[in-house]
């Protein structure tokens, strides 16, 4: 099986959301709380020692993704043949009717939800018509910095190396997020 991942170049990205912009646009996704895609900034230190640093966060791609383990009517599933995980928004009960078992899951807040009313799960999905179709996900085609890159995963390792460490990222050993990085130093 292959599965497919994120590399992020934390020395690269300028927090600019060009990519969270593009994720949104692209998907037709609603002004208001949910994002497929955020950028979160890292700061600490201070004067004359300050770190600032960006996180690049969306749906991990898990190799073994605790929201589908959580999710009660297996809505959220593993797509085998590339890894990508994907939401049945008609099999999703909602919201309220499971109180967001599957965001509580998610290390990473990957599961999203609107404001209404039993709003269903959504997420990132890998610009799935497009990987289909071999084009890029729309979040790395759109970086202006080329911070970000996306692909089967292997491919990504013999690329960028294997690092899964970043200022602000926790990795997790039991689920295993499919993204690799290049971490800003602290200097």
């Known amino acids: 099986m292959v599965?497919?991942?994120?590399y992020f170049?934390?020395?690269?990205?300028t927090g600019c959301y060009t990519c969270a912009v593009a994720c949104?646009?692209?998907n037709d996704?609603?002004?208001g709380p949910v994002n497929w895609l955020r950028v979160r900034a890292i700061e600490a230190g201070s004067f004359p020692n300050p770190f600032?640093?960006?996180?690049?966060?969306?749906c991990y791609h898990c190799a073994d993704p605790p929201c589908a383990r959580a999710c009660p009517v297996s809505a959220i599933t593993k797509i085998d043949?590339?890894?990508i995980v994907v939401v049945d928004r008609d099999k999703c009960l909602g919201n309220k009717q499971c109180r967001s078992l599957c965001r509580n899951a998610c290390p990473w807040d990957a599961p999203q939800f609107?404001?209404?009313?039993?709003?269903?799960?959504?997420?990132c999905d890998f610009c799935r018509e497009?990987?289909?179709?071999?084009?890029?996900?729309?979040?790395?085609e759109s970086c202006p910095m080329h911070a970000l890159d996306a692909g089967p995963l292997e491919q990504l390792k013999l690329k960028y190396g294997d690092s899964v460490e970043a200022a602000g990222f926790s990795y997790s050993a039991r689920f295993k997020p499919s993204v690799l990085f290049k971490a800003k130093p602290r200097n």
């Open 3 to 6: 599965q497919v991942g994120f």
């Open 9 to 13: 170049d934390q020395t690269r990205c």
């Open 24 to 26: 949104k646009d692209w």
């Open 114 to 123: 609107e404001r209404e009313e039993n709003a269903r799960m959504q997420k």
């Open 52 to 58: 600032l640093a960006y996180l690049f966060l969306a």
């Open 81 to 83: 043949s590339n890894g």
């Open 29 to 31: 996704i609603a002004a």
């Open 130 to 140: 497009r990987f289909d179709r071999g084009e890029q996900a729309v979040c790395v």
